[in-house]
């Protein structure tokens, strides 16, 4: 138990443990770089309705209450509270905790502090919007998940109109349709194909002559999440 605490405690991800009634009984060393709240700040204080904001405790309340009952959740998201008042964004894996019997205790939460990722994100996507080159991306199904400005420009239908709509068979004319579906299955593949010409779509019917770059698109644990291409 001791050298589980000392683990626990000088592990470099922010851990937070609960106990049936959702009082806080584990915070450890980085939880607390994290947050600023120390370790006797939290003792004994409900962590869903002293430390998350108003707006996200039904849904981390929710996580608790399932991992309560053994049904264990990775990766969800959510905002911490700081001393100071600003918001630490959170991914959690919420495991259930047992005793010796085997009889559920509460829930250890162990994190990671993706703050800095997501506002590096939220910049990317800034960029992207902004850049005076039509950029749009597909998922691994193909189907559009980035459309910029430069994009709306060019061929007239708003990001609106094509989130989520397959990007070949909905907005490249028939003859390319193999051709550009060819670069993309390569890009996925981790090929990437630079200088690719094809036609796309407008709204009012006519074709656009596009002049793209196909790049793999990766997540931050380097699998292939998809294609960007940058177009001209």
């Known amino acids: 138990e001791q050298e589980y605490a000392r683990l626990i405690d000088t592990a470099n991800a922010p851990i937070f443990g609960v106990n049936v009634n959702g009082l806080i009984n584990v915070w450890n060393k980085n939880a607390e770089t994290v947050t600023e709240f120390s370790r006797e700040d939290t003792k004994g204080k409900n962590l869903v309705r002293d430390f998350i904001r108003e707006e996200h405790r ?11 009952n053994g049904d264990e959740t990775a990766n969800f998201e ?7 008042g600003t918001r630490v964004q959170v991914l959690l894996n919420a495991t259930t905790r047992r005793d010796e019997k085997n009889r ?14 997501m506002a590096q994100e939220q910049e990317y996507a800034r960029l992207i919007d902004t850049a005076n ?8 199904h ?13 061929t007239g239908f708003t990001s609106e109109d ?4 397959h990007l070949v068979n909905e907005f490249i004319t028939e003859d390319y349709k193999e051709r550009v579906q060819e670069v993309f299955r390569n890009a996925l593949n981790g090929v990437e194909t630079a200088n690719f010409e094809f036609p796309l779509v407008t709204k009012p019917g006519t ?5 793209l770059n196909a790049t793999t698109r990766r997540d931050e644990k380097n699998r292939v999440i998809g294609v960007v291409g940058i177009g001209q």
């Open 78 to 84: 959510f905002p911490l509270v700081t001393k100071a």
């Open 104 to 117: 559920v205790i509460g829930v250890v939460g162990i994190g990671q502090d993706i703050t800095a990722r």
């Open 207 to 211: 074709r656009v002559q596009v002049l």
């Open 133 to 140: 080159a039509p950029i749009f991306g597909i998922g691994v």
């Open 162 to 165: 094509v989130m989520g709509r």
């Open 58 to 68: 039904d849904r981390v309340q929710e996580v608790f209450t399932k991992a309560l």
């Open 142 to 154: 193909g189907r559009v998940n980035v459309w910029n400005k430069s994009a709306t420009n060019l």
